[in-house]
C-alpha cells in the first residue's frame, strides 16, 4: 500500500510540476492537477488537503532535483575553476529545455510570496542554497568569499534574462562575465 500511495503521489506532483511551471500557479487549479495526474480529487486532497500543501511539495522536490542536477553536472568537472564556470554551462543546458520559463522559485514568489509566507521561505530556502553551493565552489577554488555574492547575481540575472527574452545566449554572457570576475579576484598564492 505505501509503494502505491507513493506512487500515486510522484503522479500528481509530477502532474503539478508540468502545470505549475508552464501556466503558473494562480492559473491551475486542482481540478487540473486531478484531471491531468488522473487521480480523484478526493484522493488528491487525502495526499495533499490544500492547493497550497501541493504547492509547497512541488516546490520542495522541484529544489533537490534542480540542485542534484546542477551539483551533478559541475561535480564531473576536474577542477575547482572549471567547476565555478561549470555553473553558467549548466544554465545554458537549463534555458534551452522547450518550455523553459524561467525560476520556479521566482514565478512561485512572484504569485504567492506576499500571501502565502511559507512559498515565500521556500523560495528564500532555494535562492540561499543555490548561493552557499557557489560560495563552497568558490571557496574550493581559494577565492574571496565575496566573488560568490557577484557570481550570485551574475547567475540570478541570467535565469531571468533568459526567461524573459527566451534565449540561452545569457548563460553565455554570465559565463563571460564570471571569468572576467574570477581573474578580478584571483586566487590565494
Not at 495533499?48 to 529544489?63: G, N, Y
Not at 542534484?68 to 561535480?75: A, F, N, S
Not at 510570496?113 to 511559507?118: E, F, I, Q
Request: with cysteine; proline share 5%.
Amino acid at each position: 500500500m505505501v509503494d502505491r500511495d507513493e506512487a500515486v503521489r510522484e503522479r500528481v506532483l509530477d502532474a503539478a510540476q508540468k502545470l505549475f511551471y508552464g501556466r503558473g500557479i494562480q492559473a491551475v487549479g486542482m481540478d487540473a492537477v486531478r484531471n491531468a495526474s488522473g487521480v480523484s480529487l478526493k484522493r488528491l486532497y487525502q495526499l495533499f488537503p490544500s492547493k497550497e500543501a501541493l504547492v509547497l511539495q512541488f516546490l520542495r522536490q522541484r529544489d533537490a532535483r534542480w540542485r542534484q542536477t546542477l551539483t551533478d553536472h559541475v561535480e564531473a568537472q576536474p577542477a575547482p575553476e572549471e567547476r565555478i564556470t561549470a555553473v553558467f554551462d549548466w544554465l545554458h543546458k537549463w534555458f534551452s529545455e522547450p518550455g523553459y520559463r524561467g525560476c520556479a522559485f521566482i514565478n512561485s514568489f512572484g504569485e504567492m510570496g506576499a500571501v502565502s509566507p511559507d512559498v515565500a521561505a521556500q523560495a528564500r530556502h532555494h535562492k540561499r542554497a543555490f548561493h552557499d553551493y557557489l560560495a563552497q565552489l568558490v571557496t574550493a577554488a581559494g577565492r574571496p568569499a565575496e566573488l560568490a555574492d557577484q557570481l550570485a547575481l551574475l547567475a540570478e540575472g541570467a535565469i531571468t534574462t533568459a526567461a524573459v527574452f527566451g534565449t540561452p545566449e545569457p548563460a553565455h554572457q554570465a559565463r563571460a562575465a564570471a571569468r572576467l570576475l574570477m581573474h578580478a579576484h584571483p586566487g590565494a598564492a
